[in-house]
């Protein structure tokens, strides 16, 4: 794991708690600087991180406070923020 890597695990802690301490546009600061540093190391974004974020708006996603989550036949799950965005993935 490079150092690029490893701080965008801290990063992707640090938006967990400001989220779950209801400081929303904090939470955004840290997903959006995540996104910069794997872009500019060329990196990607682990599972969890990606699944927990919205492309939209950048918001850090938790369920039932800011984000709806509902599974579809066919073995779907569909993530809609409160901007509007939607994400699905399969299960």
């Known amino acids: 794991m490079n150092i690029a890597e490893e701080r965008i695990d801290r990063l992707h802690d640090l938006a967990r708690e400001a989220a779950s301490d209801r400081d929303?546009?904090?939470?955004?600061?840290?997903?959006r600087l995540a996104r910069r540093v794997a872009?500019?190391?060329?990196?990607?974004?682990?599972?969890?991180?990606?699944?927990?974020?919205?492309?939209?708006?950048?918001?850090?996603?938790?369920?039932?406070?800011?984000?709806?989550?509902?599974?579809?036949?066919?073995?779907?799950?569909?993530?809609r923020c409160d901007c509007g965005a939607t994400k699905r993935y399969p299960y």
Do not use: I, Q, S
């Not at 929303?24 to 997903?31: D, G």
């Not at 708006?57 to 036949?73: E, I, Q």
């Open 24 to 31: 929303h546009e904090r939470a955004r600061e840290y997903v």
């Open 39 to 79: 872009e500019r190391n060329r990196c990607g974004l682990p599972k969890a991180f990606r699944r927990f974020t919205c492309d939209g708006c950048d918001a850090y996603l938790r369920p039932g406070v800011n984000a709806r989550v509902r599974t579809r036949a066919g073995g779907r799950v569909v993530v």
